[in-house]
């Protein structure tokens, strides 16, 4: 029976990020979830790299063919693209990206996979996963060394010990798969597992509604629970091609939809898309020739031209003109700098993360703030991407806004020194330190219980908040000490 998907694509930047770091694509032969790390400097970059990589194998041409060859090698190839980028702009240095992705080929299934984003199949009203988290406390899990519930609520639980990085050996787990008809899969960020129970993501699932009306209850549910990461879902329901209507356009969503800098290639469009796009093009071909062409057009009325004006006129003229440039300059400045006095933001004093009271500025050598408090957390302390946003100042129109950015700092410099103190590298993707009422999962092909909705290992990396700590990666191979936590 030839089988054929039908499937959506969702992504939203979530309830506290500025930007989309998570890139989907989901097409006719291919699904993919990148979730990007690396906070401003390069996250975003790193996920729409992978898709600009993968994105050809979804064609035609490459059914029938090794399906696990062709996704490994592309997989290698965007990790490359990874490294030449971060060696053309050493800023992007400790950029990365998760990558889970499906190609289809027929009813054979390759799925490629590293990081913590994940792959369910949900058959049979079972939701089974299909992927396994490269994590820390996944890792410890394996070995015995923690229980699942220890797991949840790790300190280290933010920790990956695989993802793309643009070094060598960076190589997803490739596994083959038969695909049977009323297969349905999901694969998503942790955006969503972090934050949904998966006893409801499996009820949603159940529903069986299409798979953009699905994907767009799962995100929903997300942002309801307050995520704070980026979320992007993919639903791609395996149907009878004879029977069965299915989308041939490509869904292209976060980072990938949007990302058009430092090198990465745009992604091809549909067809319908690139006629327009030429139609669009010839159009404004046809307005430069135009603007080329002599203008015949009769010209514009022009005002009758007057006697020359008494010099004594003119003078009170422009002495009134003055006049009236200099008060409405004055009344200006003075309400800007009343305005000015209203406002708070971030930055630094003496190394330390300070709040002061106005704006950034100075008028001559009259500066226009003052620090109003200055706390213990070191700028040093904190990750790369909250170092660059201090430097750069973070702008608040009331005190209480800036105390509590001042309190995320506080909780993130701590948790750095943390995972400085065992070898990891920080990053700017935190955990929540908040806890979640538990959820049981389903003893199905190897699925285990669970606290907060989140299955075994899960590698929770919300965004920048008031309750969150950093990313880091952990070695792979990690030991643990007598108190029973890692040591190196």
Known sequence: MPIAFNYAARSDVGMVRQNNQDSGYAGPHLLVVADGMGGHAGGDLASATVIAELFELDDD?????????????????????????????????????TVTAILRSRGNLALAHIGDSRAY??????????????????TLVDE???????????????????????????????????????????????????????????????????????????????????????????????????????????????????????????????????????????????????????????????????????????????????VLFVIAAI????????????????????????????????????????????????????????RTRIAENVSFDNRPAAQRLVENLREQAAECRRVRAIGGVCYDEPQPTTTRTPATVSQTTGSTASTTGVPTGTSTRPSTTSTLGPRATAPSTPTVGPTGGPSR
């Open 331 to 386: 009344g200006g400045s003075v309400a800007a700098y009343s305005w000015s006095q209203q406002q708070y933001y971030v930055g630094a004093f003496d190394g330390n993360v300070t709040i002061y009271k106005g704006v950034p500025y100075h008028v001559f050598s009259y500066e226009l703030s003052r620090p109003t408090y200055i706390s213990e957390v070191k700028v040093a302390d904190l990750p790369p991407f909250q």
């Open 121 to 138: 199949l949900f058959r049979d009203d079972e939701l089974i996963p299909i992927t396994r988290d490269h994590s820390f406390v996944q």
């Open 144 to 322: 015995g060394r923690i229980t699942e519930e220890e797991a949840a609520t790790h300190p280290h639980r933010s920790f990956v010990t695989r993802v793309l990085t643009g070094h060598e050996g960076d190589d997803p787990d490739v596994v083959v798969r038969k695909a049977r008809v009323g297969d349905r899969y999901l694969l998503c960020s942790d955006g969503l597992t972090g934050f949904v129970a998966i006893d409801t993501i499996r009820e949603v699932l159940a529903a069986r509604e299409e798979p953009g009306v699905t994907a767009d209850r799962l995100v929903q549910l997300s942002l309801r629970a307050g995520a704070p990461d980026n979320v992007t879902v993919v639903i791609a329901d395996a149907v009878d091609s004879t029977t069965t209507s299915t989308p041939t356009q490509p869904q292209i969503v976060g980072a990938a939809a949007v990302r058009r800098r430092k090198g990465t290639r745009p992604i091809p469009i549909t067809p319908a898309q690139k006629a327009a796009a030429l139609a669009a093009k010839v159009a404004r071909d046809a307005d430069g020739d135009a603007d080329d062409e002599e203008d015949d057009s009769p010209e514009p009325l022009r005002l009758a031209e007057q006697g020359p004006r008494s010099p004594i006129r003119s003078m009170f003229i422009i002495i009134g003109a003055l």
């Open 61 to 97: 041409a490459y059914a029938g063919g090794e399906t696990a060859t062709l996704l490994t090698e592309r997989i290698a190839r965007a990790n490359a693209e990874l490294g030449r980028l971060i060696t053309d702009d050493p800023k992007l240095a400790g950029m990365g990206t």
